[in-house]
């Protein structure tokens, strides 16, 4: 189950960010929500501290992508993102993420509280080589 920390909401010109934690295993999450000029927004999730950084598709946009200005309002429950026709609530526990166009609701996100997120992690010690092993012993 993941929720978001509300204490880290940080507000920005054209986006908000805020940590999130899987209550599973404690591991941090970043959450960055732009808003991109006509009916869209950009939703992004990444590790807080990764062991090293994610491929990002960046071929398949068709040029620069042009925000527009954002209005937050944070609360103990929920942070409301709001800019033109267009909103996002995003409810802190258990995180859920509710988009609307012109007040009327067009995409929920995680209502179900199913949302996997698979961090990076190290290989174990001796993994590669207990592989090897086996191989070694098939060609026999």
Known sequence: MFEAVASTVQTYKDHI???????????????????????TFHLEIDE???LKPRYRVVD??????????????????????????????IVH??????????DVLTVSINSKGLMRFEHLRRKPEG????????HADCAA
């Open 60 to 89: 398949a946009l068709k040029g620069p992508v042009q925000t527009v200005p954002v209005q937050v309002t944070k609360g103990d429950d929920e942070t409301t993102v709001t800019s033109e026709n267009k909103r996002a609530v």
């Open 127 to 134: 993994a590669a080589n207990a592989r090897g092993a086996i």
């Open 17 to 39: 960010t805020v940590d999130l934690v899987n209550r599973e295993n404690q591991h941090q999450f970043i959450l960055k929500l732009e808003s991109v000029l006509g009916n």
């Open 93 to 102: 526990k258990p995180l859920r993420i509710d988009m609307y166009l012109d």
């Open 48 to 50: 807080k501290s990764p």
